[in-house]
């Protein structure tokens, strides 16, 4: 068996990551701020 869990952690973990990418360009974009990823 493999570690179907923590794949699944990850999967989400990137998901998530990507939808708050996504939201704060939107949003910066939206407000008229530069965006700026450190």
């Not at 990418?21 to 450190?38: D, K, Q, R």
């Amino acid at each position: 068996m493999f570690n179907s869990i923590g794949h699944r952690k990850a999967h989400w973990g990137i998901l998530a990551l990507h939808e708050a990418m996504h939201y704060a360009l939107v949003s910066s974009s939206i407000n008229g701020f530069p965006v700026e990823h450190g």
